[in-house]
């Protein structure tokens, strides 16, 4: 079963506007984490946000926040005023098991390509 | 701080040639290392798990017989591509962890490697 799901494949957005990249995810453990990284057309994978299942507040950096809604299973990310260089791949991953556990594997989607347009 | 390097960054390689990727933490120890393949167009795949000092532990479905990974010590862990032929062409990116900063993978640039 698809533990990550991200419906957008492709996604265009104009400049200086606030985009949402939908996330949902499956799990039955309580402790979790969920990430979005940015995959520009170089290939590297740029870290962005990070959440965890049991904190309060939906986390910020910058112009990113993540919309989490735990009993919708959801991890939106919001990138607000939209910049031509955040053209890229959005990738959201989930961490199963606890912060510092054992398992650092991450489980990612299949992706949404952003596009910015001037 | 966190940077992660990986070596080559391309290469072509003849079918039946094995290819040797490296994957560094310039500044940082890294207790564990990832191995992911990604196809054009599709999401990472992890490939196996590396920690340091022990054998690697490898997703379902990968054989571990021809993607060999040796993690020698904190910094550097290798990937090998035995008898490589076309259909491993791929992109491979390894990541890193830091101890007590567990869950957060620090991600390479990549190796696109191309088999002809």
């Known amino acids: 079963a698809q533990k990550i799901t991200q419906t957008q494949p492709g996604m265009f957005v104009q400049e200086k506007e606030a985009v949402t990249l939908d996330c949902t995810y499956d799990?039955?453990?309580?402790?979790?984490?969920l990430f979005w990284y940015k995959q520009p057309s170089s290939g590297e994978m740029i870290f962005l946000i990070y959440?965890?299942?049991?904190?309060?507040q939906n986390a910020t950096e910058g112009r990113y926040s993540l919309n989490f809604q735990k009993a919708r299973k959801s991890a939106n990310l919001v990138i607000s005023a939209s910049q031509l260089g955040d053209s890229a791949m959005y990738f959201c991953?989930?961490?199963?098991?606890?912060?510092?556990?054992?398992?650092?594997?991450?489980?990612f989607g299949t992706g949404t390509l952003l596009a910015v347009q001037p | 701080g966190a940077v992660v390097s990986q070596h080559p960054s391309r290469v072509i390689c003849k079918s039946g040639t094995s290819v040797k990727i490296e994957c560094r933490s310039l500044?940082?120890?890294?207790?564990?290392m990832f191995w992911y393949r990604q196809f054009p167009k599709q999401s990472l795949m992890l490939m196996a798990t590396?920690?340091?000092?022990?054998?690697?532990?490898?997703e379902q479905g990968v054989e571990k017989d021809k993607f060999l990974i040796n993690h020698a010590s904190l910094t550097l862990s290798t990937l090998t591509v035995t008898s490589a032929h076309p259909e491993d062409s791929s992109f491979y990116i390894c990541?890193?962890?830091?101890?007590?900063?567990?869950?957060?993978?620090?991600f390479g640039p990549g190796t696109r490697l191309t088999v002809l």
């Open positions: 959440q965890g299942s049991y904190d309060q």
């Open positions: 991953a989930m961490r199963e098991g606890p912060y510092g556990g054992a398992t650092n594997k991450l489980i």
């Open positions: 590396s920690n340091e000092g022990s054998k690697a532990t490898y």
């Open positions: 799990t039955s453990d309580p402790s979790y984490g």
């Open positions: 990541s890193a962890t830091i101890s007590g900063r567990a869950s957060l993978q620090f």
């Open positions: 500044d940082f120890q890294a207790t564990t």
